[in-house]
């Protein structure tokens, strides 16, 4: 049996790395829909504050945190669009009552993910 090549093992390790960094975005989003859903008074505000936030969020993912984004920019304006992601994401946890520690492992998980990934892209 060959052992699979560096180049190979670390390919697959950048694909687990994005996956694991896209499904910490997803929570983030949800998150903060949720939020806005529960935040305000049903019908009308929550409902309007949750798909704005619903698609605030996913426009920005979409143009600068996807894997091929829309406008492409540096390494550092990618870093603000996420850590301003998961902040917001933290502050939805933290707002649906989540306890503070799951909320900030979280952020820092989230965050020290995205950086090991971004070092790791060419």
Same mark, same amino acid.
């Given at each position: 049996?060959?052992?699979?090549?560096?180049?190979?093992?670390?390919?697959?390790?950048?694909?687990?790395?994005?996956?694991?960094?896209?499904?910490?975005?997803?929570?983030?989003?949800?998150?903060?829909?949720?939020?806005?859903?529960?935040?305000?008074?049903? &019908?009308? *505000?929550?409902?309007? /504050?949750?798909?704005?936030?619903? %698609? #605030?969020?996913? $426009? +920005?993912?979409?143009?600068?945190?996807? &894997?091929? *984004?829309?406008?492409? /920019?540096?390494?550092?304006?990618? %870093? #603000?669009?996420? $850590? +301003?992601?998961?902040?917001?994401?933290?502050?939805?946890?933290?707002?649906?009552?989540?306890?503070?520690?799951? %909320?900030?492992?979280?952020?820092?998980?989230?965050?020290?993910?995205?950086?090991?990934?971004?070092?790791?892209?060419?």
């Amino acid at each position: 049996m060959t052992s699979p090549t560096p180049s190979a093992s670390q390919a697959r390790s950048h694909t687990i790395q994005q996956a694991v960094r896209g499904l910490f975005h997803l929570i983030a989003i949800v998150a903060i829909t949720v939020w806005g859903f529960m935040s305000w008074e049903m &019908p009308f *505000p929550g409902i309007f /504050t949750g798909l704005g936030l619903l %698609a #605030l969020s996913l $426009l +920005l993912w979409a143009l600068f945190l996807s &894997p091929k *984004p829309v406008l492409a /920019t540096d390494r550092f304006g990618r %870093a #603000l669009i996420e $850590l +301003l992601l998961l902040a917001a994401g933290v502050g939805a946890l933290l707002g649906l009552g989540v306890n503070w520690i799951v %909320a900030v492992v979280f952020g820092i998980a989230g965050a020290t993910l995205g950086f090991v990934t971004s070092i790791r892209t060419k």
